[in-house]
């Protein structure tokens, strides 16, 4: 038998395998979608910046921020939260209220892309598939990652380094209603603490940089998301069940 007849044969054992491959997948798929209630949906308002430098406000918009999440509805209680978010955050001496920062006059951005894996909890019973309006707090605990730029600030100009990454503890709260059939809205304030004291470039990692450190060095920096989010809600009524 020839090399290209060998082939051939080969491609189609491929094909065939994968063929099988994704018909199966598609079955366990619609019967995972099917057996829990999900939601899927975007996140959009606005992030502002805590640390050395700029206003030291914990909830002040002032950048766009925008994402998207899913959630598995475990039972009427709790959630699995996984997220997409993105945004600029900046700060700016001259709006600060502190007078030594008002003097000292710097300014930064820094690009935020972060995926966060959460556990959410609802104060109040919020089973969809009643009917009835219902109206929950909740605050959601986990973990996020995100990438940023390493920046560092010479002759009062801030410059970027390099991108970096890094991990952050985000401490969501919020208000949700069933506000249609299949559509949940919700409004929420998200804090993250980092793992980082340099989204401001007050702390360079670079060695060769470390002269150039200003601020709390001993204190990391925070960023916060504020904003709405709004879901559409599938899949078939769950059996909430003891496990």
């Not at 390099?162 to 249609?180: C, D, H, L, R, W």
């Not at 980092?194 to 007050?202: E, I, K, P, Q």
Request: hydrophobic share 35%; proline share 3%; aromatic share 16%.
């Amino acid at each position: 038998m020839s090399y290209d007849c060998r082939l051939l044969l080969y491609l189609h054992a491929i094909f065939k395998l994968m063929k099988k491959t994704l018909v199966l997948f598609l079955l366990i798929s619609m019967n995972f979608l099917n057996a829990q209630i999900h939601e899927v949906g975007v996140f959009l308002g606005g992030s502002n910046f805590i640390g050395d430098v700029g206003k030291t406000n914990y909830v002040s918009p002032n950048e766009l921020a925008f994402g998207i999440l899913y959630k598995w509805n475990k039972s009427p209680r709790h959630s699995y939260r996984f997220s997409y978010m993105q945004s600029t955050i900046s700060g700016n001496d001259l709006d600060s209220e502190v007078p030594a920062r008002e003097q000292r006059g710097y300014k930064f951005k820094n690009e935020i892309k972060e995926f966060t894996v959460g556990l959410e909890f609802d104060f109040f019973d919020f089973n969809l598939h009643d009917g009835k309006k219902k109206v929950t707090p909740y605050v959601c605990l986990g973990i996020s990652y995100f990438a940023y730029d390493e920046l560092f600030v010479v002759n009062g100009k801030t410059k970027k380094d390099y991108v970096g990454s890094t991990f952050g503890i985000p401490i969501i709260v919020g208000v949700k209603s069933n506000v249609a059939d299949h559509w949940v809205l919700a409004a929420e304030v998200g804090v993250r603490y980092t793992y980082t004291d340099n989204l401001d470039g007050s702390n360079p990692k670079n060695e060769n940089l470390k002269p150039l450190q200003f601020g709390n060095i001993n204190s990391n920096d925070w960023y916060v998301f504020s904003g709405i989010t709004l879901t559409y809600t599938f899949g078939n009524k769950p059996c909430y069940c003891a496990e």
